[in-house]
């Protein structure tokens, strides 16, 4: 009986310890990151300025690859300029995740939200509500001031599309992540104004670090780095899942100059610039 007894209160322990762990997870899981402060950025209201968001959005930061339904996301022409309705659906270990619907609609998308929110957002990962959006912490890289502004004035620009996407779902994993390793994006310093366009190691680093986001895909990262590459950046990424076949993985490559995995090591700049403007050109390749 005192074998018994031991063992039912090993297992009463152990399942108490379990209810704790679970409503841990679910309290902070349910963090809010309202007092994260909003940007001090105004969309510029120019035509040029449109102009440099619609290049930025949908040129190098391949906004539609995210924020378009399957197949488009995977078959956009960033010279047509498409409404970013979201709907794509990414079935994760962590849930069932949506891309939010990002044109001016007013009730499906982001038309009313103000100026600093949606730079908060970009910067930070913290949505209007005070929840924190993980992709936006991993797939968005440090814009600068004048980079964000424009973005907002590209689209605001856009005609207002409503198109409701449902919500997210996360299951425990999702919320496991959300409350002990997702955490806003606070610690870059600001950048008022983007290095001038120009092909100098400082325009190339903003935009491999800032809007393109290299280092996002092509570092390894992990929960530790709360979804932030970790060193040593350029150095390959993690396998993901190949969209179009559920038995093949994709990897991105080595991009440092190491003479043995590095491959673009040998590229003279033309097979460089051929190559990058051939965007996907390996298929279920999240390269734009």
Do not use: K
């Amino acid at each position: 009986m005192r074998v018994l007894r031991g063992i039912a209160i090993g297992a009463g322990a152990a399942l108490a310890a379990v209810a704790v762990v679970v409503a841990m997870v679910e309290v902070a899981g349910r963090s809010s990151y309202a007092d994260v402060a909003l940007p001090d950025i105004a969309a510029a209201t120019t035509p040029a300025a449109v102009e440099r968001g619609a290049y930025l959005v949908n040129a190098v930061a391949h906004c539609p690859a995210r924020h378009l339904p399957q197949p488009g996301a995977t078959q956009f022409d960033p010279q047509r300029r498409p409404n970013l309705v979201g709907g794509h659906r990414w079935e994760l270990a962590f849930g069932t995740v949506y891309s939010p619907n990002i044109t001016s609609s007013v009730t499906a998308g982001i038309g009313a939200w103000s100026d600093g929110e949606i730079a908060r957002v970009l910067r930070t990962g913290v949505r209007r509500d005070g929840s924190l959006s993980a992709f936006m912490v991993a797939g968005v890289g440090h814009l600068a001031d004048n980079d964000i502004a424009a973005i907002i004035a590209y689209l605001r620009s856009q005609p207002a599309v409503n198109v409701a996407v449902p919500a997210s779902r996360s299951n425990f994993l999702g919320r496991v992540v959300a409350a002990f390793f997702a955490r806003p994006r606070l610690d870059e310093s600001e950048l008022a104004t983007a290095p001038p366009t120009a092909a100098t190691p400082e325009r190339g680093g903003y935009l491999a670090h800032g809007p393109a986001n290299c280092v996002g895909c092509h570092s390894p990262s992990g929960l530790r780095s709360a979804f932030r590459p970790a060193a040593p950046e350029l150095a390959g990424g993690v396998p993901v899942p190949d969209v179009t076949d559920p038995a093949m993985e994709i990897v991105a490559p080595n991009l440092t100059p190491d003479p043995t995995t590095g491959v673009i090591y040998s590229w003279p700049e033309d097979v460089f610039v051929q190559r990058f403007r051939g965007g996907r050109v390996v298929a279920g390749s999240p390269m734009p």
